[in-house]
């Protein structure tokens, strides 16, 4: 699955340590998580975009 | 819960397994002479205790562990499991038909062959999520 989490998280000029921080995950999940290595569940997912005030459909592209 | 560093988890093990150690070797040899028969079972036994400490240390860490953590966590676990399933009925077999000669001291490996066969396979499915290890 796609996603604009590395996007959306330099954009507000964080780290990745930084965003773990904030998620309550560690820098492994959100690095796993950028380059698409893993999929968050759905809270995950919602706490993301709550976030970066984003819909999770604008976050998250399933790439048909 | 709150989650632990790792190297607060670190410390822990490494403590209880330096306990581990000074019992084995300074109080379990008195399980084979000690004169009473209760007297031989702790002394057999005590090195188990150091032991349950570290499983809850390591219980603890993985039910603070973040959802990826606790799923790397639980697959390394089967993996694990599998591992010491197939070698304890390799040994198992092999002591039944008389091929392979196994004492009862065989079972002191089984905690030992999970430990690194869990780290193992911990550290090989980190690294296939872009990681060197769990935090």
Not at chain 2, 54 to 65: D, E, F, K, Q
């Amino acid at each position: 699955m796609n996603n604009r989490v590395r996007e959306l998280r330099e954009a507000k000029g964080w780290s990745q340590g930084e965003l773990a921080l904030r998620l309550d995950v560690s820098r492994q999940t959100v690095n796993a998580i950028e380059t698409g290595k893993y999929d968050p569940s759905l809270p995950l997912a919602f706490k993301l975009a709550k976030l970066f005030k984003q819909a999770i459909e604008d976050l998250f592209d399933p790439g048909e | 819960m709150k989650r632990q560093t790792r190297q607060q988890y670190r410390m822990r093990v490494w403590l209880l397994m330096a306990v581990y150690v000074a019992l084995i070797f300074f109080v379990w040899p008195h399980a084979k002479t000690a004169s009473s028969l209760p007297l031989r079972a702790l002394f057999a036994l005590l090195p188990t205790v150091p032991v349950i400490g570290v499983i809850a240390v390591m219980l603890h860490h993985v039910m603070c562990s973040d959802e990826l953590e606790q799923r790397i966590h639980t697959n390394a676990l089967g993996i694990a499991t599998a591992i010491v399933c197939i070698a304890s009925l390799i040994g198992g077999f092999l002591a039944a038909a008389h091929v392979l000669a196994l004492g009862g001291d065989i079972l002191l490996w089984v905690f030992p062959l999970v430990c690194v066969s869990y780290a193992a396979s911990r550290w090989l499915l980190a690294r296939r999520y872009g990681g060197a290890g769990c935090e």
